[in-house]
Nanobody, 126 residues
Framework: QVQLQESGGGLVQAGGSLRLSCAAS????????MGWFRQAPGKEREFVGG????????YYVDSVKGRFTISRDNAKNTVYLQMNSLKPEDTAVYYC???????????????????WGQGTQVTVAS
């Protein structure tokens, strides 16, 4: 069983930056592909990006490409989401999730991820 805990959310002005962290306990994350998702009020949860277990490969949706960067420190059992040039439309609750299967591809659908954090609120003011 893996427990995930996000942190680092908050209120930021448009154009600003935040770094979210996702710390794991219970098991090492080193064998898991990890995903970041977000859910805005009244909208469905959407995939933001992911990172393969080794950290060499990442994937982002077009709306955040070039602004968001996912990294991981397997020694610290932590995954990060660096968000730059934030826009009001980035406002959402952000979740990290772990894919329990060793895959070549980073999955973009939430049903592929078995373990979820509780989420952290990111609010971008215009």
């Amino acid at each position: 069983q893996v427990q995930l805990q996000e942190s680092g959310g908050g209120l930021v002005q448009a154009g600003g930056s935040l770094r979210l962290s996702c710390a794991a306990s219970g098991r090492t994350l080193s064998n898991y592909n990890m995903g970041w998702f977000r859910q805005a009020p009244g909208k469905e949860r959407e995939f933001v990006g992911g990172i393969r277990w080794g950290g060499a490969n990442t994937y982002y949706v077009d709306s955040v490409k070039g602004r968001f960067t996912i990294s991981r420190d397997n020694a610290k059992n932590t995954v990060y989401l660096q968000m730059n040039s934030l826009k009001p439309e980035d406002t959402a609750v952000y979740y990290c999730a772990a894919d329990p299967f060793v895959r070549t591809n980073i999955m973009t659908t939430s049903n592929a991820y078995d373990y979820w954090g509780q989420g952290t609120q990111v609010t971008v003011a215009s």
